[in-house]
């Protein structure tokens, strides 16, 4: 049961506390201070008067906790776009996955900008100035990019791939709550598309079932993927589906990697196509040169090379899922210059480095996609390119810190950071995708 927390005294989990909130934190939780002690607060936001319960005081520097009321509400405040993760439900009973689903969306990309611009400035040792004849605000409200459809959509029905969990002692399916690994039981799922709504099991028990992946793919039929208990593999998970790309096909595997939002892999597509068109127009780019697509996948980046770049284009994608990498063979097909190579990113990279001088000099000449994981490129990664020092190099993140530390290698190396783009590809949640551009001094 919470109690109010008496003024002075230490913080306890399942206190509650009256918070003002102040800003925003990586992560979709936002900040705010009690008693000179930080505390990230989940369900809020800033500018908000908000009682909150403490989920978490271990650390003396900062504690956590998540709203149980509103005092004093922000303009941007909306009813959320999922019933089952409103602050009128108790904290442990909150579905996850749309921590943002309170907030309009115009300022839901707004305080994405500022992650994006707060994350370069601390990790990655970039200002980013206002645009001229604007203040900072209205930049930071064009920063994040919105994707097609979403504001006619209200960020609603754009994810063509959902995972639900099913609980082990009930054998209910769902979601999991908000910051826990406990199923709730849902009645819909807002964000996914017609497609994975008709096919979402929720009112369904499963037995033996551990996790239902749902898979909605643009040009193909949708699908249901269950992992069993106990087992690693999914049936149907290695099965090819047709993903369709503007008026590109592309064959990728059930349970592969995908970007979920209906419009993304076009949005990202294009994004790189452009990137590149423009490191051309600058007459910085080689298309017979040792150009690499790094964390590939199915070649979707690497097709955006060659669309930019035409079929003359040199360039070779590494991918570790050796299923993935056979995908991308097939998509490059027509790509005479394209390579796919199964192997981890940074083996591929130390095998270069030990490579001829003339391969060194053709990469040296060469621009470098990557696309990595959540986490980053990482030092060694990225380490490893400044040493192979391509000429460009094009870094796809879906994680702001991880770019922000990553650049400032990069900068630190003799980078320069000479485009920044940012997509609001993950609506109601505090996800987005951003495109950097670095071009060797």
Same mark, same amino acid.
């Given at each position: 049961m919470a109690t109010h927390e008496p003024a002075g005294a230490p913080l306890e989990i399942g206190a509650e506390i009256e918070l003002d909130v102040t800003g925003i934190a990586h992560g979709g939780v936002s900040v705010a201070r009690h008693e000179g002690r930080v505390v990230f607060v989940a369900d809020a936001i800033p500018g908000e008067r908000v009682r909150a319960r403490v989920t978490d005081a271990k650390k003396k520097s900062f504690a956590r906790a998540t709203t149980t009321e509103v005092l004093d509400a922000s303009p941007d405040r909306r009813p959320h776009v999922w019933s089952e993760a409103d602050v009128s439900r108790d904290p442990e009973a909150r579905a996850g996955g749309a921590e943002f689903g309170h907030i309009a969306l115009q300022r839901q990309r707004t305080l994405k900008a500022e992650v994006l611009t707060d994350a370069?400035?601390?990790?990655?040792?970039?200002?980013?100035? %206002?645009?001229? !004849?604007?203040?900072? /605000?209205?930049?930071?409200?064009?920063?994040?990019?919105? %994707?097609?459809?979403?504001?006619? #959509? #209200? !960020?609603?029905?754009?994810?063509?791939?959902?995972?639900?969990?099913?609980?082990?002692?009930? #054998?209910?399916?769902?979601?999991?709550?908000?910051?826990?690994?406990?199923?709730?039981?849902?009645d819909s799922l807002p964000l996914a598309n017609a497609d994975i709504a008709q096919i979402a099991p929720l009112d369904d028990l499963m037995p033996d079932v551990a996790t239902v992946d749902l898979v909605a793919p643009s040009a193909d039929d949708p699908r249901m993927l269950l992992g069993m208990v106990g087992e690693r593999t999914r049936a149907g998970a290695a099965d090819p589906v047709r993903e369709l790309v503007e008026d590109r096909g592309f064959i990728v595997r059930a349970g592969g990697f995908w970007q979920v939002h209906r419009e993304a892999p076009a949005l990202l597509f294009t994004a790189v196509r452009d990137a590149i068109s423009d490191l051309i127009e600058a007459d910085r780019f080689d298309p017979a040169a040792g150009n690499l697509d790094l964390y590939g996948g199915a070649g979707l980046l690497a097709a955006a090379m060659a669309e930019a770049a035409g079929p003359g284009l040199k360039v070779t994608t590494v991918e570790s899922d050796e299923a993935a990498t056979?995908?991308?063979?097939?998509?490059?097909?027509?790509?005479?210059?394209?390579?796919?190579?199964? +192997?981890?990113?940074?083996?591929?990279?130390?095998?270069?480095?030990?490579?001829?001088?003339?391969?060194?000099?053709? =990469?040296?000449?060469?621009?470098?996609?990557?696309?990595?994981?959540?986490?980053? +490129?990482?030092?060694?990664?990225? +380490?490893?390119?400044?040493?192979?020092?391509? /000429? #460009? =190099?094009?870094?796809? %993140?879906?994680?702001?810190? %991880?770019? /922000?530390?990553?650049?400032?290698?990069?900068?630190?190396?003799?980078?320069?950071?000479?485009?920044?783009? /940012?997509?609001? =590809?993950?609506?109601?949640t505090h996800h987005f995708e951003s495109l950097a551009v670095f071009e060797r001094e």
């Open positions: 370069m400035r601390r990790f990655g040792g970039v200002e980013l100035a %206002a645009e001229e !004849g604007e203040d900072l /605000a209205e930049t930071l409200a064009d920063l994040v990019e919105a %994707a097609p459809g979403d504001e006619e #959509n #209200n !960020g609603l029905g754009y994810r063509s791939r959902v995972r639900l969990h099913v609980d082990p002692e009930t #054998n209910a399916v769902g979601p999991y709550g908000a910051r826990t690994r406990r199923v709730i039981r849902v056979d995908d991308a063979s097939e998509n490059l097909s027509e790509l005479l210059g394209g390579l796919a190579v199964t +192997a981890r990113v940074d083996r591929h990279l130390a095998e270069l480095l030990k490579s001829a001088a003339t391969v060194r000099d053709r =990469i040296r000449r060469g621009t470098v996609v990557l696309d990595p994981p959540r986490s980053g +490129a990482g030092g060694e990664v990225t +380490a490893q390119l400044t040493q192979l020092s391509p /000429a #460009n =190099i094009v870094y796809v %993140a879906c994680d702001p810190v %991880a770019l /922000a530390r990553d650049t400032k290698t990069l900068r630190d190396s003799g980078y320069e950071l000479t485009g920044l783009r /940012a997509f609001d =590809i993950f609506p109601h």
